[in-house]
C-alpha cells in the first residue's frame, strides 16, 4: 500500500465519490466506452446540469478523464490509472450495482443510443453514395487507398518492376517489400529512375533488355510489366524471360493495351504494337508457363485521354525436373 493509500483522507474521499447512486451509474458506463454529457443525458435520463456536476466531481478526482473532439467533451474512466485503492474500490462497488435494475436499464438505453449513431452513419452513406468519391478525395484524398493495399503485399517479397519507365511503381513498392528490382533498357529512364528512388535502399536499378533480363531464374517473389509489352519486338519472349526469373507460384502482373486503330497514336508513342486482345493475353502466360492465367478489361480513368488498358495475371508453373538418362 503506497503513503497516499494508507492516509484515512484518502479513503473517506473516495468512498464519498462512490456514495452516490448518479456517479455510480457513470463510471459503470464510462468504464467501457467514451461518451460525451449529451449521451449521458439520455441514457440515464437525467438533465445536463446533473451530469455535468457529477462529471466534475469525478474529473476533479482522478476518476475519469476527459478528451476534446471537435466541440464535445468525450468523458472515459480507464481502470488502470485510477490509484491501486481507488481500484479496489471500485471493483467491490462494481460488483455489488452490478444486480440493480436501473443499471439494466442504462445498458438497454445505451444500447438503443450507439444503435441510433449506426443508423445515421447509414442515413449519412445513403444519402451521399453518388458523392463519396468527390467528398472523400477532397478531404483525405486518394494516396491511403494505395498505401492500404500495397501493405496486403507479403514484407518479405523480392518484386521486379520490368521496363520500369521513370520508376514511379519501383519506388511505391519499395515502402511495401524487400527488394525491388528496377529494369529497364533507356539510359534516360534509367536515370530519372535512379533520381526518383534516391535514398530507398532497397532499390536496385539495372539496364537489362526484357527479352535477356540479366536477373537469375526463380530469384523474384512477384513481377510486374506495367505499359511495357507494346514496346518489345518479341512480347512473348519477354513474358517467358519474367516467368523465368520468377520462383514457383509467382505472380506475374502486365497492364497493357486493348487493342486499338490508332495508328497516329503508335507512331507518337513508338510503339511496336497496337494492344493485346484479353486472349492473346491469358495465350502470352500460359505458353510461358503460367498458371491460373487470367486477363480483365481496366475502366478507363476518367479524362483518360489513351486507348483503354487491361490487366492480366498468371502464377508461375511448377518447373517439372528434367529426367536424366
Ligand atoms: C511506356 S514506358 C512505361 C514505364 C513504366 N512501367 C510506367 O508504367 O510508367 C515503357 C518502358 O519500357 C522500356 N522498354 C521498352 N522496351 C524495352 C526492352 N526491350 N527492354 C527493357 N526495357 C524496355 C522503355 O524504356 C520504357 O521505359
Known amino acids: 500500500m503506497n503513503k497516499v493509500d494508507s492516509l484515512p483522507g484518502s479513503l473517506l474521499s473516495r468512498m464519498s465519490t462512490l456514495a452516490d447512486a448518479t456517479r455510480l451509474r457513470l463510471l459503470r458506463l464510462l468504464e467501457r466506452r467514451e461518451l460525451g454529457v449529451v449521451d449521458l443525458c439520455d441514457v440515464l435520463q437525467l438533465p445536463q446540469s446533473t451530469i455535468s456536476r457529477h462529471l466534475k466531481v469525478l474529473a476533479g478526482r482522478g ?13 472515459r474512466m480507464t481502470l488502470d490509472q485510477l490509484d491501486p485503492g481507488a481500484r479496489r474500490l471500485w471493483l467491490l462497488a462494481r460488483d455489488q450495482i452490478g444486480g440493480w435494475a436501473t443499471i439494466g436499464q442504462d445498458e438497454l438505453r445505451l444500447a438503443r443510443r450507439l444503435r441510433r449513431r449506426q443508423d445515421r452513419a447509414q442515413a449519412f452513406f445513403a444519402g451521399a453514395a453518388a458523392e463519396w468519391e468527390k467528398l472523400r478525395r477532397e478531404l483525405y484524398g486518394d494516396d491511403f487507398v494505395r498505401a492500404a493495399m500495397l501493405s496486403l503485399l507479403p514484407s518479405h517479397y523480392v518484386v521486379a518492376d520490368l521496363g520500369c ?13 524487400r527488394r525491388v528490382i528496377a529494369v529497364d533498357n533507356s539510359p534516360a529512364m534509367l536515370r530519372a529512375a535512379r533520381k526518383r528512388t534516391a535514398g530507398r535502399r532497397n532499390v536496385e536499378i539495372r539496364r537489362s533488355d526484357l527479352s535477356a533480363l540479366s536477373l ?3 530469384s523474384c517473389d512477384a513481377a510486374i510489366l506495367l505499359l511495357a509489352l507494346t514496346y518489345v519486338a518479341d512480347p512473348e519472349a519477354a513474358v517467358k524471360e519474367a516467368g523465368r526469373i520468377l520462383r514457383t507460384g509467382g505472380k506475374l502482373v502486365i497492364v497493357d493495351l486493348l487493342p486499338h486503330d490508332r495508328e497516329d497514336f503508335q507512331r507518337r508513342m513508338g510503339q511496336q504494337s497496337a494492344g493485346f486482345a484479353l486472349d492473346e493475353a491469358r495465350r502470352m502466360l500460359l505458353d510461358a508457363g503460367f498458371d491460373a492465367a487470367g486477363a480483365t478489361p481496366l475502366p ?3 479524362g483518360a485521354r489513351g486507348p483503354a488498358l487491361f490487366l492480366a495475371t498468371g502464377l508461375r508453373k511448377r518447373l517439372r525436373n528434367k529426367v536424366s538418362r
Not at 476518476?63 to 468523458?75: D, M, P
Request: aromatic residues 6%; proline residues 3%; positive net charge.
Open 300 to 302: 478507363p480513368a476518367a
Open 216 to 218: 537469375e531464374s526463380g
Open 165 to 177: 519507365g521513370t520508376g514511379q511503381a519501383a519506388a511505391e513498392l519499395a515502402g511495401a517489400v
Open 63 to 75: 476518476w475519469v478523464r476527459s478528451s476534446r473532439r471537435a466541440t464535445t467533451h468525450l468523458y
